[in-house]
């Protein structure tokens, strides 16, 4: 009997989440660079083939992640106030998945983009532009509240942005064992 083309959909939507679960762990422990599709294959209980039947590459997975950046993003505006939500983004991108339960993607393109391994254009996600925009909302709605210092939010996110990209690559570089866990109640305090 064939296969109905709904659970022939559902089975290609579960291997596909199963692929990018697989490699963002990945991604997350070893490192981009370090990451081969045999490791995701493995990681995922699938063959190598089967990997390349829905990813062309290991940067065509990277790519895929806008959907998951967007979920983060929804969640973290979806915080009562804008200091609840500035912290839930940093706890996202620099906490360790052991403290949050959550591979961050966005920490994953941090490090890929800082290291060399990828240029912007290649991420199809705003790196040079994302605390003028993303943080800086969070900034406006938390200035609006009363919660956050005065001063143009661009600015502001711009700071806040480029401070994570450092603590972020730095972490990387150094290895997570060497280098301690920010604390987010002081980087929050670059805006109130």
């Known amino acids: 009997m064939a296969m109905s083309l709904e659970k022939r959909e559902k089975i290609s939507q579960e291997r596909r989440s199963a692929i990018l679960d697989a490699a963002i762990s990945l991604f997350d422990d070893k490192g981009y660079v370090n990451t081969t599709i045999s490791d995701i294959a493995r990681q995922a209980d699938m063959s190598n083939g089967l990997i390349y039947h829905y990813f062309s590459s290991k940067e065509d997975i990277l790519r895929s992640y806008g959907q998951s950046i967007k979920e983060c993003e929804e969640h973290v ?9 500035l912290r839930e983004f940093c706890r ?58 005065r001063g143009d939010p661009a600015i502001l996110g711009d700071i806040l942005w480029h401070t994570i990209i450092g603590y972020t690559i730095h972490r990387m570089n150094y290895g997570k064992d060497k280098i301690s866990i920010p604390d987010i109640e002081l980087l929050l305090d670059t805006v109130r």
């Open 77 to 85: 505006m979806s915080q009562p106030t804008g200091t609840d939500s």
């Open 92 to 149: 996202r991108v620099l906490l360790d998945y052991e403290v949050t339960q959550y591979h961050s993607p966005i920490r994953i393109l941090i490090t890929c983009y800082g290291q060399g391994e990828v240029k912007e254009d290649d991420l199809g996600f705003p790196f040079n532009d994302y605390g003028k925009t993303f943080l800086a909302a969070i900034i406006k709605k938390g200035q609006d509240a009363g919660e956050f210092r």
